[in-house]
């Protein structure tokens, strides 16, 4: 790839920033730069000390994460300023990562629960199937309300509940005082889409995400009208300005919503929506946290927020990582009081009159305790000057404490190849090490696909969704 391509696909391609990189390097303003920042660390958070030995990153730690103190703020902001996005002038889902908690179940006795479709001959319906596994067929099909997306099944003590929507999420709660017909007691709707959904001590936890464009406040001029709603068996649910946070300094309207129902009387005991500009987020148990990072400046240093569930969303701290180059994060992972994060760096190395401009990229390795930002890193280089290739992270599967990632290299002059390379985090130190490539993971929270094969009670089944056919596998 030249070196023009590569800043396209950077989004720099930008004549100052190909101007600036035919400059020579300015010590000077190196010097600057941590002078600047030694600076900042010291006002807004704790001053953490650089592994410079490892790679140029560095954490902060800091309470001071919003720049607004209420959505009118944000919105009087945004009616003048905002970023325009056409995904985001609509619903959006986020790519959850949950751990740590029930993310979702489809047998309930004998009985075994599957969601299907049908949307041949110019029909088109959702529906429930029924297997009974002792008497080894399908006992009955129930008709349900389109999702329009494949919902996460739950069964929790004697109630069927399935969560999913990909412009509004629905939640239906069934009771199974018969397990062979099921009849709908409640229906939760939140505006959205679906992130995901867990149980965790007799409470439904339910992500949605919703983006709309503030447009100077020409097509909304009610800041009601950029909140949430919900309605619960359709009975409106107020989102009060108390239950809004504001992550940052967002450039658009976006947020992630969290509603939390106790299944045992049916009623939402706490919600909370947080606007910001989100990229992704992980939840683990009673803490969730929010990578922010913006989509329109490509040196903006991303950052995770943690907030404490158990304690109505108290913002726990705040970590950015400040590197001197484009940073983009790819997974987090909790383990312990810390923070693992995979994140890939890229920046300029030099330039070529056969190659234009040269960079490197760099896997980057960070364990960061969540409390008090003490880190420790290691970073592993790709270099494309050999090769004018591109790296790209397709997978990440965890194991304990082990990160195997699946990356894609590819270029103008080789062949696209694929391997693996596995992180492990041991104490106060980190490793690489190449390996097979991880296989792709399915997800298993919902059934998708024409057959299956699963064991229950000792005894293998198979089970044909096309014939609705139930049998025992030698």
Same mark, same amino acid.
């Given at each position: *790839? ?42 807004g958070g704790i001053s953490l000390l650089i592994h410079t030995n490892y790679t140029n990153i560095n954490i902060s730690t800091g309470e001071n994460f919003s720049k607004y103190s209420s959505l009118n703020e ?69 008709? %349900? ?66 983006? *709309? ?18 309605? %619960? ?47 992704? *987020? ?41 590197? %001197? ?17 995979? @994140? ?20 980057? @390795? ?109």
């Open positions: *790839m030249r070196g023009k391509d590569l800043l396209e696909k950077l989004e720099l391609a930008d004549e100052k920033y190909i101007q600036a990189a035919n400059m020579p390097v300015k010590k000077k303003k190196t010097r600057k730069f941590f002078k600047a920042a030694a600076i900042i660390l010291a006002v944000l919105l009087a902001y945004l009616g003048e300023n905002e970023n325009h996005e056409n995904e985001l002038m609509g619903t959006k889902s986020l790519s959850a990562n949950v751990s740590g908690v029930d993310t979702g179940s489809v047998m309930y006795n004998e009985y075994r629960y599957r969601f299907g479709r049908h949307d041949g001959n110019r029909t088109y319906y959702e529906f429930l199937q029924i297997f009974n596994l002792k008497e080894g067929k399908l006992v009955n099909t129930v008709e %349900l309300e389109p999702f329009h997306d494949y919902p996460t099944i739950f069964v929790y003590q004697n109630k069927l509940i399935l969560a999913g929507g990909n412009s509004q999420t629905a939640v239906n709660i069934y009771s199974l005082d018969n397990p062979e017909n099921p009849v709908l007691e409640h229906r939760y709707i939140q505006n959205g889409a679906f992130d995901t959904a867990f149980i965790s001590d007799d409470k439904l936890y339910i992500f949605t995400s919703d983006g *709309m464009c503030a447009c100077g406040f020409s097509s909304k001029s009610n800041p009601d009208d950029y909140k949430p709603s919900a309605t %619960l068996d359709e009975k409106e649910i107020e989102w009060t300005d108390d239950e809004i946070t504001i992550i940052g300094e967002p450039e658009r309207v976006f947020y992630n919503a969290v509603s939390v129902m106790d299944l045992n009387n049916t009623e939402i005991l706490q919600k909370r929506a947080f606007y910001g500009d989100i990229q992704d *987020m992980y939840i683990d148990k009673d803490i969730i946290m929010f990578h922010t990072q913006s989509s329109f400046d490509y040196y903006d240093k991303p950052k995770i927020d943690t907030f404490d569930m158990s304690d109505n969303f108290s913002h726990i701290s705040q970590i950015t990582i400040n590197a %001197l180059s484009v940073t983009r994060i790819h997974d987090i992972k909790k383990i312990g009081t810390s923070y693992k994060i995979i @994140a890939q760096t890229y920046y300029q190395t030099g330039f070529s009159l056969t190659r234009g401009y040269l960079g490197t990229s760099e896997i980057v @390795a960070i364990s960061a305790d969540i409390q008090t930002g003490n880190y420790y890193s290691k970073k592993y280089i790709f270099d494309y000057i050999p090769t004018n290739a591109d790296n790209f992270v397709r997978e990440i599967i965890w194991n304990e404490n082990t990160a195997t990632l699946s990356v894609e290299r590819r270029g103008l002059y080789i062949d696209n190849t694929t391997y693996g390379l596995s992180v492990t985090f041991n104490d106060n130190s980190i490793s690489f090490e190449k390996t097979e490539p991880p296989q792709t993971q399915t997800q298993t929270n919902y059934l998708i696909g024409r057959s299956q094969t699963f064991e229950y009670d000792g005894k293998k089944f198979y089970i044909d969704y096309q014939k609705n056919t139930l049998e025992t596998v030698p």
